[in-house]
């Protein structure tokens, strides 16, 4: 019960005894069913018990409902795997977001907060417009699905109601340190569950799962290795999301003050991520850790820390470049990523460049989901049908036009100036770090968005937006330290 109360971030004495009475009648409930109708009612009638116990969990305390749909979205595909479901478990944490959302819509009524209380940024005004421009986009004349606009469209809603329950949530210092305590946990242990996987053996259920889908050969490398996903949906969202902790914990770890023990623990998390997100063979995940370093080092370049850091990066970038790799696909793998001569990069090039009179005339693009192999079903005839943008910047500028993409590369924009400028105005020093952190882990994922739809699959998506929260709750915070 304590456990429960410090992640929902309530010390209310009605809350923690009605849900332990809530509990033990939920015990004796399932306990006769048992015993009067057979096993099978009583597990239904356990799952359902859990579930309605979740919901007024998610209303009740609002940061359990924040949690618990973030920490589901790391291990939602796993069970999914695990169990060789077609069941939309997926949705099951969109409604997890939505009570949560409900229940700090609740807790402001009551404490009589306005609805746009710590809203006053730059980038939620972005992204006010970026809603408006999804609206319109319903009245696109070159769609031809609307069961997929409004498909996406609410996986879109999810995310920004994910954003600004983040916003509202993030009340103190303490509440945004609780959850990059609780993403390095997370990240830490997708990491080693992904060496688990590389070194023992791909568990027998995901080889089944994806052989009964006929997609095992999207999760193999050309020598027929297995790539790398860990608990997540597939290794290309597995190398991300390693990438931008990782990125986390090295600014934390060199700039954050913290026990040897603390310390330590960190740097075996960061060696577990590193070689988890090179088994994942996500190219795009090295380029963007990469890049994630270089902003690490201009924004720290003043600190003695940073010149020994960036001589022992440059040191291991030469390693790994130029060390003979005798074979080892991993390493081949990592080389590849800075081969311009690649193959598959030159098919990107060429359709960029094969699509991009289209682009120049729609400006509003062809609409929402008629680009891409998945949807393709629900594009039959459209120019965009199966069309493999590969690049989520040129899925939106296929589909949003380039009036979309200028609007969406502006919202990027003020993001990362807002914590750019966070972080070097900071009155706090304690905020600094943090500014830092979530920033570069931003800059990673727009970076990546140039090769792959980085932005907006969960976890990922969920980290990204929580981020971006950050960096306005810091600022506003930070202004009320004058």
Same mark, same amino acid.
């Given at each position: 019960?304590?456990?429960?109360?410090?992640?929902?971030?309530?010390?209310?004495?009605?809350?923690?005894?009605?849900?332990?009475?809530?509990?033990?009648?939920?015990?004796?409930?399932?306990?006769?069913?048992?015993?009067?109708?057979?096993?099978?009612?009583?597990?239904?009638?356990?799952?359902?018990?859990?579930?309605?116990?979740?919901?007024?969990?998610?209303?009740?305390?609002?940061?359990?409902?924040?949690?618990?749909?973030?920490?589901?979205?790391?291990?939602?595909?796993?069970?999914?795997?695990?169990?060789?479901?077609?069941?939309?478990?997926?949705?099951?944490?969109?409604?997890?977001?939505?009570?949560?959302?409900?229940?700090?819509?609740?807790?402001?009524?009551?404490?009589?907060?306005?609805?746009?209380?710590?809203?006053?940024?730059?980038?939620?005004?972005?992204?006010?417009?970026?809603?408006?421009?999804?609206?319109?986009?319903?009245?696109?004349?070159?769609?031809?699905?609307?069961?997929?606009?409004?498909?996406?469209?609410?996986?879109?809603?999810?995310?920004?109601?994910?954003?600004?329950?983040?916003?509202?949530?993030?009340?103190?210092?303490?509440?945004?340190?609780?959850?990059?305590?609780?993403?390095?946990?997370?990240?830490?242990?997708?990491?080693?569950?992904?060496?688990?996987?590389?070194?023992?053996?791909?568990?027998?259920?995901?080889?089944?799962?994806?052989?009964?889908?006929?997609?095992?050969?999207?999760?193999?490398?050309?020598?027929?290795?297995?790539?790398?996903?860990?608990?997540?949906?597939?290794?290309? *969202?597995?190398?991300?999301?390693? &990438? $931008?902790?990782?990125?986390? =914990? /090295?600014? %934390?770890?060199?700039?954050?003050?913290?026990?040897?023990?603390?310390?330590?623990?960190?740097?075996?998390?960061?060696?577990?991520?590193?070689?988890?997100?090179?088994?994942?063979?996500?190219?795009?995940?090295?380029?963007?850790?990469?890049?994630?370093?270089?902003?690490?080092?201009?924004?720290?370049?003043?600190?003695?820390?940073?010149?020994?850091?960036?001589?022992?990066?440059?040191?291991?970038?030469?390693?790994?470049?130029?060390?003979?790799?005798?074979?080892?696909?991993?390493?081949?793998?990592?080389?590849?990523?800075?081969?311009?001569?690649?193959?598959?990069?030159?098919?990107?090039?060429?359709?960029?460049?094969?699509?991009?009179?289209?682009?120049?005339?729609?400006?509003?693009?062809?609409?929402?989901?008629?680009?891409?192999?998945?949807?393709?079903?629900?594009?039959?005839?459209?120019?965009? *049908?199966?069309?493999?943008?590969? &690049? $989520?910047?040129?899925?939106? =500028? /296929?589909? %949003?036009?380039?009036?979309?993409?200028?609007?969406?590369?502006?919202?990027?924009?003020?993001?990362?100036?807002?914590?750019?400028?966070?972080?070097?105005?900071?009155?706090?020093?304690?905020?600094?770090?943090?500014?830092?952190?979530?920033?570069?882990?931003?800059?990673?994922?727009?970076?990546?968005?140039?090769?792959?739809?980085?932005?907006?699959?969960?976890?990922?998506?969920?980290?990204?937006?929580?981020?971006?929260?950050?960096?306005?709750?810091?600022?506003?915070?930070?202004?009320?330290?004058?």
């Amino acid at each position: 019960m304590n456990l429960l109360t410090k992640i929902a971030g309530s010390n209310n004495s009605t809350v923690k005894y009605g849900s332990l009475l809530l509990l033990l009648l939920g015990i004796i409930g399932v306990s006769y069913l048992i015993a009067t109708k057979g096993v099978g009612i009583g597990v239904l009638a356990t799952g359902g018990f859990i579930s309605i116990a979740m919901a007024i969990l998610c209303v009740t305390i609002p940061q359990f409902g924040f949690y618990l749909s973030y920490i589901s979205a790391f291990f939602i595909f796993d069970v999914i795997r695990f169990f060789q479901t077609d069941l939309p478990l997926v949705s099951g944490i969109d409604v997890l977001v939505y009570l949560t959302f409900l229940g700090v819509l609740v807790k402001k009524m009551i404490q009589r907060e306005a609805f746009w209380k710590n809203c006053r940024s730059v980038i939620v005004v972005m992204y006010l417009i970026i809603i408006a421009y999804y609206l319109i986009e319903f009245f696109n004349p070159n769609s031809i699905s609307r069961e997929i606009y409004f498909l996406l469209f609410r996986r879109f809603i999810t995310l920004l109601l994910f954003f600004y329950c983040a916003i509202q949530l993030f009340t103190d210092f303490d509440k945004i340190k609780r959850f990059f305590q609780v993403t390095l946990f997370l990240g830490i242990l997708c990491g080693v569950y992904g060496c688990y996987q590389k070194w023992a053996g791909i568990p027998a259920y995901v080889d089944r799962y994806y052989s009964s889908r006929n997609v095992l050969g999207l999760g193999r490398l050309e020598n027929g290795e297995m790539r790398i996903g860990s608990f997540l949906p597939d290794c290309t *969202a597995f190398g991300l999301l390693m &990438s $931008g902790i990782i990125i986390i =914990a /090295l600014a %934390f770890f060199l700039n954050k003050q913290m026990s040897r023990i603390n310390k330590a623990i960190l740097v075996m998390g960061i060696l577990a991520m590193m070689l988890s997100m090179s088994y994942s063979g996500t190219r795009t995940a090295t380029a963007m850790l990469i890049v994630e370093v270089v902003l690490y080092i201009l924004m720290t370049s003043t600190q003695r820390k940073t010149i020994v850091f960036s001589l022992f990066f440059g040191a291991l970038f030469a390693v790994v470049m130029f060390a003979p790799s005798y074979g080892n696909t991993t390493l081949n793998r990592l080389k590849s990523t800075f081969e311009s001569e690649d193959e598959s990069l030159k098919v990107r090039d060429n359709n960029r460049e094969f699509i991009q009179p289209y682009i120049y005339a729609n400006p509003i693009g062809g609409g929402v989901g008629t680009s891409g192999v998945v949807y393709y079903e629900y594009n039959v005839g459209h120019p965009l *049908a199966g069309f493999p943008t590969d &690049s $989520g910047l040129l899925a939106m =500028a /296929l589909e %949003f036009g380039w009036v979309g993409l200028l609007i969406q590369c502006i919202t990027y924009f003020f993001t990362l100036q807002q914590g750019i400028i966070g972080y070097f105005r900071a009155r706090e020093k304690k905020f600094k770090v943090y500014f830092l952190a979530a920033t570069i882990c931003i800059f990673g994922y727009i970076v990546a968005q140039y090769s792959q739809i980085a932005i907006g699959q969960i976890p990922g998506g969920f980290m990204f937006y929580c981020l971006t929260a950050v960096i306005i709750r810091l600022r506003q915070l930070d202004a009320k330290t004058i």
